[in-house]
């Protein structure tokens, strides 16, 4: 095993060389085996080690054969402990996955802190057909059933290609010691009942069925290439980057006869599960939204708009004092006064300075709001219907912001003047409010 793991690490990863690499260990069999197979090749290791405190004084008794081992071998470990329960509790998640999260939480921060390269864990073929299989169950895309990544950014896992047998042959044959996980044996959890009820019967209709799983998944991962592929170029067709938003052009999309995986394949790394009410929007009328934790997606005419959820408030009001000439925030806006007007875009007004009251306030839009637009002598007009009237979608609204001087409309940013304060025949001095 170890001249195959050899072959394995300097064809698929042979960048690790002269890396620094830390090493995720439990201290079970699986764990202890890639600690022993790395030991005996070129690399800086040092030993990661989490104990959750979720098996009592068996926790702790990892932690200590952990300890000892590397300590025997002169191996440098970094070891924490987690009141993993607690956190879980805190945060509404299932133990596995608060462990998972402070597991990889602490792994990010010692990558930098001690200024090592990746970090390797020992998951392999057997886990990747649990895996597979809780997928499965779930009700998964493509992506899915592709099975646990060789590399996900800084992790990387060496042992995939290995089956469980395998790796305790290994060692049974060099003697190595590890430690039981006693909640290994419980079928509490999905995956140990998997594991114990499952997958025995499937290898025991055929005797080969980690290899035949092996070169199936290997299949699924060329498609998912493939998928990938056409994704990125039918993305280039229909999808135009605005700011923080993406516009998808329907109407184009549609026109696909497979139109719906598309959006599946673009839509579900930013959390969205809904998939029949996103298909429904795309028939459904203008201004319906369906959200994910962070994003929303808005049907605006033949336009779904992906945007992120914005946090902030309606009332959200923020001051620009007469001494301000340069804000740079929630908007770049630049104040001078000047001798002339050069209106050439919607990006700037002129005002006459004596008409201002400072401090000026700038808020976002409420409903009700009425502003005189210019040009129009004096004609009032509701902001919500000059949104309508320019087609705005809900989104823009959202990100509309009004420039008021004493509870007074001055300018709709970016969109048009209020007629109040526009400069006459009489005006002393002009100023310049531009948005950067």
Not at 73 to 86: C, R, S
Not at 138 to 151: M, S, V
Not at 217 to 242: G, N, P, R, T
Not at 285 to 301: A, E, H, I, T
Request: aromatic share 12%; proline share 3%; net charge negative.
């Amino acid at each position: 095993m170890l001249s195959k793991f050899q072959n394995h690490i300097a064809s698929r990863f042979s960048f690790l060389e002269d890396k620094k690499l830390f090493l995720a260990v439990s201290g079970g069999l699986d764990s202890m085996v890639l600690l022993h197979l790395l030991k005996q090749l070129p690399y800086e290791i040092a030993v990661l080690h989490c104990n959750f405190q979720l098996r009592g004084l068996e926790s702790f008794g990892d932690q200590k054969f952990i300890e000892d081992y590397c300590d025997q071998n002169k191996i440098p470990v970094f070891i924490t402990q987690f009141d993993t329960e607690a956190f879980a509790k805190d945060y509404k998640l299932s133990t596995q996955v608060a462990a998972r999260e402070l597991r990889y939480s602490w792994f990010y921060e010692l990558l930098e802190s001690e200024n090592f390269d990746y970090i390797l864990t020992a998951h392999h073929a057997d886990d990747n057909l649990e895996t597979f299989i809780i997928n499965l169950t779930r009700g998964t895309g493509l992506d899915g059933l592709t099975g646990i990544p060789e590399q996900n950014d800084k992790i990387i896992r060496p042992l995939l290609p290995f089956s469980r047998d395998e790796i305790l042959q290994y060692a049974q044959e060099n003697k190595i010691e590890w430690r039981e996980d006693s909640s290994n044996a419980s079928n509490k959890y999905l995956r140990n009942k998997i594991r114990h009820d499952l997958v025995p019967v499937l290898k025991e209709i055929n005797p080969n069925f980690l290899n035949a799983f092996q070169k199936t998944q290997s299949f699924l991962q060329e498609s998912q290439e493939m998928v990938e592929d056409a994704s990125i170029m039918i993305y280039q067709q229909v999808a135009k980057e605005v700011g923080d938003d993406i516009h998808f052009d329907l109407k184009q999309l549609k026109k696909l006869p497979n139109y719906k995986s598309y959006l599946y394949q673009w839509l579900h790394e930013f959390g969205f599960i809904a998939w029949n009410d996103i298909y429904d929007l795309a028939e459904g009328q203008s201004g319906k939204q369906v959200f994910s934790d962070g994003f929303r997606l808005l049907k605006n005419r033949d336009t779904f708009i992906l945007s992120p959820i914005s946090e902030a408030s309606e009332e959200e009001k923020y001051e620009i004092n007469e001494s301000d000439t340069d804000v740079n925030f929630p908007l770049n806006l630049k104040l001078c006064q000047v001798d002339d007007i050069t209106i050439d875009s919607n990006k700037a007004i002129f005002v006459d300075a004596e008409k201002i009251q400072f401090p000026l306030v700038l808020r976002k839009w409420n409903e009700g709001d009425v502003f005189l637009p210019f040009g129009m002598n004096g004609k009032s007009k509701k902001v919500s219907k000059l949104f309508k009237d320019e087609k705005l979608s809900l989104i823009e609204k959202e990100k509309t912001w009004i420039l008021c001087s004493d509870n007074q409309i001055v300018w709709i940013v970016g969109i048009r003047q209020d007629e109040r304060f526009k400069i006459e025949n009489t005006t002393n001095k002009i100023l310049k409010i531009e948005l950067q």
